[in-house]
């Protein structure tokens, strides 16, 4: 029986793994799972799921929790960030972290600290942290499986060949909800539009990060990361469709593709049972419905987030850390009506000019960057 951690086991990532692990009870088992504050939802989890451990956010949640688990068998509890980490720290096969933002830096490095895989839905964590992390999965043996759709892809498609064979590693992008707007119309998005993404179902953040394309440039960096990947062979392509979700082309002009339906419970399902394949009951690709399949190069004139994402990697440092810790506080200004959505990247472009970024020897000079940028990034969308 393999043992997993769902840290993030309420959001959207989460709630699917659960799918996942539901559906492989045979053979897979939630011991440890962590959530927020949406406590209604993790009490159902725990009942549904009998996990040896659980996290939450702070001492209220906790409470409410225990209220919520009443009679029910109840597991240890752990509070806050140094709860998050012990949980990580717990000696599970897997560690799944959809932790989002820059709080997934430290169980990141606990999981594979430890040699356990680390099934990564948090992108940010490699994007501020990169470094240290791959580093130390290198040291102590751990596997990195990434679930992000993009960079699962990128890791099947690398099974065909060596990395000296790789040409490009091609991310897809579906171009977001406003690929088809002018500038101009571009300064008029609401928030309510910035969250219908035409293809997934993800959580607020990321969905606005699919708008501004800025999640394909963390997609970037991370590719970089994991792949080894030298900034000038990563190539990003609008595909609408999102059916090629990226592709390897090698030396030889042989390129390979990995094609499946809008499903995340599919390379969720392949990081926890990787390397083999399992048939579970998800909708399967239907070539009938598609005729045709189109590519068109990323606009980074209307969607400037994606260059600076991409130059912030070149740069190298604590830069990628600051754009991060800029771009979460702009969404969130965004999502509360503070600032425009054309906004979004003037924050984040503003709070790289006026940070020094350097460089970092140790994560907690990331973690202490990341704070430094994050009140930048308040002071500038104050003001905007």
């Not at 040409?167 to 909800?177: D, N, R, V």
């Not at 002018?182 to 990321?206: C, F, Q, Y």
Request: hydrophobic share 45%; glycine share 8%.
């Amino acid at each position: 029986m393999q043992t997993v951690a769902v840290l993030g086991s309420t959001g959207a990532i989460g709630t699917r793994t659960l799918e996942v692990v539901a559906a492989l009870s045979d053979e897979v088992r939630a011991s440890v799972l962590v959530a927020g504050r949406n406590m209604s939802l993790f009490a159902e989890q725990v009942k549904r799921f009998q996990p040896d451990l659980v996290g939450v956010a702070d001492e209220e949640a906790r409470e409410h929790l225990l209220l919520l688990l009443g009679g029910a068998p109840r597991p240890e509890v752990l509070v806050g960030d140094d709860g998050l980490a012990a949980c990580a720290r717990y000696q599970t096969d897997v560690v799944v972290n959809a932790v989002m933002g820059a709080r997934g830096i430290r169980p990141a490095l606990e999981a594979v600290r430890r040699g356990a895989r680390l099934a990564l839905a948090n992108k940010e964590c490699l994007v501020a942290a990169g470094t240290f992390i791959m580093a130390t999965a290198r040291e102590s043996g751990a596997e990195v499986i990434p679930v992000d759709s993009e960079h699962c892809a990128l890791f099947q498609c690398m099974l065909a060949g060596g990395h000296a064979e790789v040409e490009q590693w091609i991310l897809t992008a579906s171009g977001g909800p406003f690929r088809a707007l002018s500038k101009g119309d571009l300064e008029h998005v609401t928030v309510e539009d910035a969250l219908r993404h035409p293809n997934w179902s993800m959580g607020r953040k990321i969905t606005v990060d699919s708008a501004t394309l800025m999640n394909k440039g963390l997609e970037v960096i991370e590719a970089h990361h994991l792949f080894n990947a030298p900034y000038d062979k990563i190539k990003v392509l609008v595909h609408p469709e999102s059916i090629i979700h990226s592709m390897v082309e090698y030396v030889d002009g042989s390129v390979m593709a990995q094609l499946a339906t809008h499903d995340m419970r599919l390379p969720i399902q392949y990081a926890l049972t990787y390397p083999q394949r399992v048939n579970l009951p998800w909708p399967k690709l239907d070539f009938a419905q598609y005729n045709q399949l189109s590519f068109t190069e990323p606009d980074t004139e209307r969607f400037p987030s994606l260059r600076l994402a991409i130059s912030a990697g070149r740069a190298g440092g604590l830069a990628p850390c600051v754009l991060n810790a800029a771009n979460e506080i702009a969404v969130e200004a965004f999502l509360q009506g503070s600032i425009t959505f054309v906004q979004i990247p003037a924050v984040v472009e503003r709070t790289l000019d006026s940070v020094a970024a350097g460089s970092a020897q140790t994560v907690d000079e990331v973690l202490a960057m990341d704070r430094q940028a994050r009140e930048h990034a308040r002071r500038i969308a104050s003001r905007l």
